[in-house]
């Protein structure tokens, strides 16, 4: 069962999609707030959820705020940014803080659910066009010389099977490995790239740096 908590002050947005992912068998969404403050004094009495789904304009403290702090606190919460808003700064800025994921709004109630169990799965979900986005911003000009990164030929294909969106166990059968292999690789590459989440990896690899 994924425990998702929810950070949006639209209440009828944020009411659909608390009922519509609290039907489904597989998940459990039983808390839903409207700020950041909010759900961080539900943090300090309650379990932690496995997924946030967040939006970034909030009463109070901003989302991309809200991300640093949670991450801090709970590292082990993946959040999922689920907003209006698609220009780059703002997306980088998101995963740079910590996001795992990036959905826009629009994004169907069952794309929700699939983005989430490929979240605990080992991805890292985008709606297309925030992927887009991304790589026109950070690949612009494109850099000819990389920095040295020290990255093995196969961490580096771990790295691009990242930046596709494919989790941990898509990227074990692209490559015929294990996904216990995966998860060493990775390992290594937040060592080597001195990083602590898949999105940090992607987006120093959409920058150019590896």
């Given at each position: 069962?994924?425990?998702?908590?929810?950070v949006?002050?639209?209440?009828?947005?944020?009411?659909l999609?608390?009922?519509y992912?609290?039907?489904?068998?597989?998940l459990d969404c039983k808390?839903?707030?409207?700020?950041?403050?909010?759900?961080?004094?539900?943090l300090?009495?309650?379990d932690?959820?496995?997924v946030?789904?967040?939006?970034?304009?909030l009463p109070?403290?901003?989302?991309?705020?809200?991300?640093?702090?949670?991450?801090?606190?709970?590292?082990?919460?993946?959040?999922?940014?689920?907003?209006?808003?698609?220009?780059?700064?703002?997306?980088?800025?998101s995963?740079?803080?910590?996001a795992?994921g990036?959905?826009?709004?629009h994004?169907?109630?069952?794309?929700?659910?699939?983005?989430?169990e490929?979240?605990?799965?080992g991805g890292?979900?985008m709606?297309?066009?925030?992927?887009?986005?991304?790589?026109?911003?950070f690949?612009?000009p494109?850099?000819?010389?990389?920095?040295?990164?020290?990255l093995?030929?196969?961490?580096?294909?771990?790295?691009?099977?990242?930046?596709?969106g494919?989790s941990?166990?898509?990227?074990?059968?692209?490559?015929?490995?294990?996904?216990?292999?995966?998860r060493?690789?990775?390992?290594?590459?937040?060592?080597k790239?001195?990083?602590?989440?898949?999105a940090?990896?992607?987006?120093?690899?959409?920058?150019?740096?590896?």
């Amino acid at each position: 069962m994924i425990k998702i908590g929810i950070v949006e002050d639209n209440i009828k947005i944020r009411n659909l999609i608390q009922r519509y992912l609290d039907m489904q068998d597989e998940l459990d969404c039983k808390i839903a707030v409207d700020s950041v403050e909010e759900m961080l004094e539900h943090l300090k009495e309650y379990d932690a959820p496995d997924v946030l789904l967040m939006d970034i304009q909030l009463p109070g403290m901003s989302g991309i705020e809200g991300i640093e702090i949670i991450k801090k606190d709970y590292p082990d919460i993946e959040i999922l940014m689920l907003t209006i808003y698609h220009d780059s700064h703002k997306i980088f800025d998101s995963l740079v803080a910590g996001a795992s994921g990036y959905l826009l709004k629009h994004t169907s109630l069952p794309e929700i659910k699939e983005s989430v169990e490929n979240l605990m799965e080992g991805g890292a979900p985008m709606s297309p066009q925030i992927a887009r986005k991304v790589i026109e911003h950070f690949n612009k000009p494109i850099k000819e010389k990389k920095n040295d990164s020290s990255l093995t030929a196969r961490e580096q294909d771990i790295v691009n099977g990242l930046v596709d969106g494919l989790s941990y166990k898509m990227i074990a059968d692209r490559f015929d490995i294990s996904i216990d292999t995966v998860r060493a690789h990775i390992r290594n590459i937040y060592k080597k790239l001195h990083v602590n989440s898949k999105a940090q990896v992607i987006a120093k690899s959409l920058r150019g740096e590896i």
